[in-house]
């Protein structure tokens, strides 16, 4: 048992000093008001384990996996306590104590061992919703009352599920897309001198300023199921901003949910999978739509630090990460020829803004769209309730969060509510669905949203 507990580290955990400075700012200490459901609360529970003066019990579990993961309280913290990985090493003790006395779920080891670390089951379960759509099964549930007997989370969850592309569509996807319209020659010569270190280029600096840049897509796992068509509108954005997109083969989810849910050694196979799938590549920045994965992908020099044949492959593969938004920042402005006559406001991915920092560059793209009315929303910042697979695990939590979160979201009077995450985008749908905002408003994309201006 000792052997677990130290993996805690305990100089991050010894550098929070107890201030309470995180406290107004999570979600889970605002709902209940606990000290357990803070975290200050939580890192005293983590030091008292690390210490061996307190158990891994199911009380510490509980504690460990009522927290969202949101790390809004790394934004807050004035000691830089860096509160994401600390939680990550908490359930992964946990589940490591669980193998130990062998009682983790079988459930859980189906979903993390037989589906996530397999891309063609995880397109297969992609075919089989399709297949529930569109034969009307679906549709049927709904209107004999049918999908009552799914557990209510899973039940609220199918209402936010847009219908998913079908096998045929998913099958003519073209691995590589051209550069297209007239930015080309702008973007060779300021983008890629400006923003890539040399030491990642794949070719030598004349070289690469006679070839548009290639960006590699990361897909994401479940995002290219439920979002397929945001994918393949991410490659027609980085196309018409004069780039070649290429959707890397071989690639896997990204360890993100893995990661959060204490299986580390699973999220670090999947790291070194995606780390070779982009070495084969050959490309020149890898670029990621989802805030969560993003945030994911970038720590992968973090997760392989210690492994001395992975480190400085890791290493590269971050330099090259970048998300969409962050991205398009860098880029010439897009040539929208479509205006958006609507009022819109953003609702920040966690990942994005407190794992990424990356909050300025969507406002700055949507404010960029011509007819569009920019709405900041009040605590835009803080967590949706969505929180990867919270949303199911802790359902009443996350509605309670989402709840207040729609409140605020009606109030700013906009059509659209923008995310830069496919978990905040369903749990927005949701949200919308929720709080019978359905045909006043919708939940989009942000690459969806550029798209309709192009
Ligand atoms: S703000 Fe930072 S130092 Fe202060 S209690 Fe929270 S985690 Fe600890
Ligand atoms: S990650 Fe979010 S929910 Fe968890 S302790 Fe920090 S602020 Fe609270």
């Given at each position: 048992m000792s052997q677990i507990v130290d993996k805690f580290d305990m100089d991050e955990l010894l550098n929070c000093m107890h201030c309470g400075f995180c406290l107004p700012t999570c979600p889970t200490y605002q709902q209940t008001g606990l000290e357990t459901y803070s975290p200050r609360g939580r890192i005293a529970l983590m030091k008292g384990v690390a210490e061996q003066k307190l158990p891994v019990d199911e009380e510490f579990e509980h504690n460990m996996y009522a927290c969202l993961g949101c790390r809004a309280c790394e934004t807050a913290c004035p000691a830089g306590v860096k509160y994401?990985?600390?939680?990550?090493?908490?359930?992964?003790?946990?589940?490591?104590?669980?193998?130990?006395?062998?009682?983790?779920?079988?459930?859980?080891?189906?979903?993390?061992?037989?589906?996530?670390?397999?891309?063609?089951?995880?397109?297969?379960?992609?075919?089989?919703?399709?297949?529930?759509?569109?034969?009307?099964?679906?549709k049927l549930a709904k209107e004999t009352g049918l999908m009552r007997i799914l557990p209510r989370e899973m039940a609220e969850m199918q209402e936010a599920v847009d219908l998913v592309a079908?096998?045929?569509?998913?099958?003519?996807?073209?691995?590589?897309?051209?550069?297209?319209g007239q930015q080309q020659v702008a973007f060779q010569t300021t983008i890629a001198s400006a923003h890539l270190s040399r030491n990642a280029r794949r070719d030598t600096p004349n070289e690469l300023n006679a070839k548009p840049m290639r960006i590699g897509l990361f897909t994401g796992c479940i995002m290219d199921v439920m979002f397929y068509e945001t994918n393949q509108a991410m490659a027609k954005l980085l196309s018409k901003a004069g780039?070649?997109?290429?959707?890397?083969?071989?690639?896997?989810c990204c360890g993100a949910l893995h990661a959060h849910s204490g299986e580390k050694s699973d999220a670090i196979e999947l790291a070194k999978r995606n780390i070779a799938a982009l070495e084969q590549a050959n490309v020149d920045v890898m670029v990621n739509n989802a805030g969560g994965c993003g945030a994911a992908l970038k720590e992968y020099d973090h997760w392989l630090k210690d492994d001395p044949d992975w480190a400085e492959r890791?290493?590269?593969?971050?330099?090259?990460?970048?998300?969409?938004?962050?991205?398009?920042?860098?880029?010439?402005?897009?040539?929208?020829?479509?205006?958006?006559?609507?009022?819109?406001?953003?609702?920040?991915?966690?990942?994005?803004?407190?794992?990424q920092g990356i909050r300025k560059q969507p406002r700055d793209l949507i404010r960029s769209i011509p007819g569009v009315e920019f709405v900041e929303l009040p605590f835009a910042d803080s967590c949706c309730g969505s929180a990867g697979i919270y949303n199911i695990t802790n359902f009443d939590m996350s509605m309670r969060i989402l709840d207040d979160k729609m409140e605020h979201v009606r109030g700013t009077k906009t059509h659209i509510v923008v995310t830069a995450n496919p978990g905040c985008l369903l749990q927005m749908k949701k949200g919308i669905h929720r709080a019978g905002l359905e045909g006043q408003m919708e939940a989009v994309h942000i690459v969806d949203l550029l798209n309709r201006a192009l």
């Open positions: 994401g990985h600390l939680i990550e090493t908490a359930r992964e003790v946990v589940e490591e104590t669980k193998k130990a006395r062998r009682s983790q779920s079988f459930t859980r080891k189906l979903v993390f061992k037989q589906l996530f670390n397999h891309p063609k089951r995880i397109q297969a379960v992609g075919t089989a919703l399709w297949a529930l759509q569109v034969s009307g099964l679906q079908s096998p045929a569509t998913r099958s003519q996807r073209q691995a590589v897309v051209k550069p297209q780039c070649e997109v290429v959707f890397v083969q071989d690639q896997v890791a290493r590269v593969f971050v330099s090259k990460m970048r998300d969409v938004n962050e991205l398009l920042a860098e880029l010439p402005p897009l040539e929208f020829t479509q205006p958006v006559h609507a009022r819109v406001t953003y609702q920040d991915s966690c990942h994005l803004a407190h794992g």
